[in-house]
Structure formats: structure tokens, C-alpha cells
């Protein structure tokens, strides 16, 4: 199974950059990378998705090295309607039965 | 293009009756994954479907059922229901589920309290 480790949380002020790093040391050659955000009583949101270097959309970057076992997420300009809890996730290859959700990262956003 | 919408948002049971949970997945997704959501357990899959076949399956107990549709809309049920159902139940879907670049889309989720 992809294995994913993120820090639990995570605080940050309004206005600055946040960069969540995870950490997938047993990736696998296909699986891509993927950023969830979500919010209380709602379903996972997609941020973001790579595969290696750096991906940027209008939301996020998502920077991963060249040895692909780790990656970062980074929001830049935090506001307060950030906060939320985010998840990394490698895969589908092999299906998605074997992904796993981690804790995620708990972002608290401070004005 | 429409997402992933899912129905009833919530719903409250009694321990012992069962529950139908149903899910439209956003337009030309074949796959469609269901996934249980608690705090002490996190986001776990339940199972996979495509092309109206259950594809995969998590470590979830018999009472825990599934069914595509040829049009790709897809219902989970659960019977004797318990009171660690309590959860909140997603649905997911995909272009194919295999792909290496697919992603799956999350709909808005169905809280399910059972009393």
C-alpha cells in the first residue's frame, strides 16, 4: 500500500505562504500524486496532482523531487477560509482499493 | 460540468434497519468508489465499481453491499445496521479507477446516524 505521512497540524497567519510536506517513501513508478482539501461534514476537494518537478494551478504548487518520496504542498496567501484539513495521496495504480487516506494535515489559518 | 452529487445528505436510523445510500457520478465517470469517513477511523474504501462489476473491495463486513447502474449511478446499502455505522459515507468518481494520472471526484458525502 502507498503509505503517506503528514504532519498532524499545522497554524499559520493569514497572508503568509504554507508549504505541507508528505512524505510517500514507497511510492510506485505509475502512482501520481494527489492534494485533498477538506472541510468539516464535506467531501474530499481536488488541489492539486503531479507527478514530478513542479505543477502550479490557480489554487496551489505542488513541488516533488526527483526521487518522487516526497512532496509539498504550498498555498500562498493563506485566509481564513483555508482552514481546513488536507490529505496526500499516491496512486491509483493497482486501483484505488489500494490508497490509503492518512491523518492528513489540520490547517488552522489565524487572522 | 456537473460533480459527484450523492442522496439523502442525512439520514437517521435505528440499530437493525438497513439504508440505501445513492450516488450520480459526475458525467462520463465509469468508476464509481465508495468510502466510510469517521474520527476514529479516517477515510476508509469500502469498494470499487465499473461497468456495473464491483471491482474491489475493502475490509468491510457482508452488510456493507453495493450496485452500478448501466448509466453508471450506483447505490451502497447497509442492513443491521449498527451503531459504529455512524459515519459519513462518500462517493467518488473516475474517468476509469486505473489510469495513472485518473482522479477521482468526491461528492458532498451522506451523514448517516444510526440511534
Known amino acids: 500500500l502507498a503509505k503517506t505521512t503528514q504532519p498532524i497540524s499545522m497554524d499559520s497567519y493569514e497572508g503568509q505562504e504554507v508549504n505541507i510536506t508528505c512524505s510517500h517513501n514507497?511510492?510506485?513508478?505509475?502512482?501520481?500524486i494527489t492534494w485533498y482539501q477538506q472541510f468539516p461534514s464535506q467531501g474530499p476537494r481536488f488541489i492539486i496532482q503531479g507527478y514530478k518537478t513542479k505543477v502550479t494551478n490557480e489554487v496551489a504548487s505542488l513541488f516533488i523531487p526527483a526521487d518522487r518520496k516526497s512532496s509539498t504542498l504550498s498555498l500562498p496567501r493563506v485566509s481564513l477560509s483555508d482552514t481546513a484539513v488536507y490529505y496526500c495521496l499516491v496512486g491509483p495504480s493497482g486501483g484505488y482499493q489500494k490508497v490509503t487516506f492518512g491523518t492528513g494535515t489540520k490547517l488552522q489559518v489565524i487572522p | 460540468k456537473a460533480g459527484v452529487t450523492q442522496t439523502p445528505r442525512y439520514l437517521i436510523k435505528t440499530r437493525g434497519q438497513q439504508v440505501t445510500l445513492s450516488c450520480s457520478p459526475i458525467s462520463g465517470h465509469r468508476s464509481v468508489s465508495w468510502y466510510q469517513q469517521t474520527p476514529g477511523q479516517g477515510l476508509q474504501f469500502l469498494f470499487e465499481y465499473f461497468s456495473e462489476t464491483q471491482r474491489n473491495k475493502g475490509n468491510f463486513p457482508g452488510r456493507f453491499s453495493g450496485r452500478q447502474f448501466s448509466n453508471s449511478r450506483s447505490e451502497m446499502n447497509v442492513s443491521t445496521l449498527e451503531l459504529g455505522d455512524s459515519a459519513l459515507y462518500l462517493c467518488a468518481s473516475s474517468l476509469t479507477g486505473t489510469e495513472a494520472a485518473d482522479t477521482q471526484y468526491f461528492g458532498p458525502g451522506t451523514r448517516l446516524t444510526v440511534l
Open positions: 514507497n511510492i510506485a513508478t505509475n502512482d501520481y
